[in-house]
């Protein structure tokens, strides 16, 4: 008979340990893929309260004295207004899902889906405090902050150990009106959950990114003669003498779970992109930020 109340101490201390080793490692991979990526200013030309010059026009009926550009005025025949980018912060919500499918890796070289879908969730974090913007996490109900120590909490939170089941699915709280959202997912599991999730988000504006992260052999399907599938929990099991012959089957399905991706994200103005984790990050993180930027204007 196990003696559950023996161990809580030793188990608490235990995975706050394991955090508290591979948080630095976390933020030095996130800042190290921030830095590659050459951003320019966060500004969205449109006019606004800033401090950055976009253009000068003709100054209209109703226009304060205060705000035309006397300096400009005296070399043109008109009057002229300076207006300035519109650099407004904005949130940006992001989520992880930390289901035990997404510990898989098919190779010691590579890094599970969860690692690298942390890594690209933690400098997306970073670029978007660079920026002016303020970041939280959809699974908690703490709001979106700015700042290296809201950075530094997020981070902590993804790293931190739940019970999960074999396949994660999004359930945010309430994603702050206006603003950008991100999920990161194997989304292997049922896609219900993530049609309700994006189907409420857009009934409060907001816009973003389906990241899918794939490992290879997740994607090509390597496998040949008999071998035994296994979910990493443990909780599904399948052995078979002929794995080659289930291959054509697999693609064609998992090309169906990317086009019922696709078509979700379309639905309600989000985008879709498909992460392996063979592959550098980088590519990613510069689509994901750029998709950001378009949802934005």
């Known amino acids: 008979m196990t003696q559950p109340t023996l161990h809580t101490a030793e188990t608490l201390r235990s995975r706050s340990e394991a955090v508290a080793g591979s948080l630095p490692a976390l933020l030095a991979d996130a800042q190290h893929l921030a830095a590659t990526i050459l951003l320019g200013e966060h500004g969205r030309k449109r006019h606004g309260m800033g401090d950055e010059f976009w253009q000068y026009r003709n100054a209209e009926a109703g226009d304060s004295l205060r705000s035309i550009d006397w300096r400009r005025s005296a070399r043109a025949d008109g009057l002229y207004v300076r ?10 919500m992001i989520g992880v899902d930390d ?5 898989y890796s098919g190779a010691k070289s590579r890094p599970s889906k969860l690692r690298r879908a942390q890594t690209l969730a933690m400098a997306l974090a970073i670029l978007a405090v660079r920026g002016g913007e303020r970041v939280g996490l959809t699974h908690l109900s703490d709001p979106p902050r700015g700042g290296e120590a809201q950075l530094m909490r997020m981070a902590a939170a993804l790293m931190e150990e739940r019970e999960t089941p074999d396949y994660g699915a999004p359930s945010p709280q309430i994603l702050p009106a206006g603003s950008r959202a991100v999920f990161f997912s194997d989304f292997l599991g049922d896609l219900t959950p993530l049609e309700r999730a994006l189907g409420q988000a857009a009934d409060r504006g907001v816009k973003g990114a389906l990241v899918q992260l ?9 496998f040949d003669g008999r071998t035994v599938f296994e979910s990493m ?24 779970r990317k086009d019922q991706l696709r078509q979700i994200a379309a639905r309600t103005g989000w985008r879709y992109h498909c992460h392996h984790t063979g592959d550098a990050a980088e590519p990613s993180l510069l689509w994901l930020y750029r998709a950001l930027e378009k949802g934005a204007s």
């Open 233 to 256: 929990g443990g909780g599904l099991r399948f052995e078979t003498l002929k794995a080659g012959g289930l291959r054509a089957a697999y693609l064609k399905r998992l090309a169906a």
């Open 83 to 92: 207006q300035t980018e519109w650099k407004a912060a904005q949130s940006v």
């Open 214 to 222: 794939l490992d290879p052999d997740e994607e090509s399907f390597p």
């Open 99 to 103: 289901g035990q499918s997404m510990g």
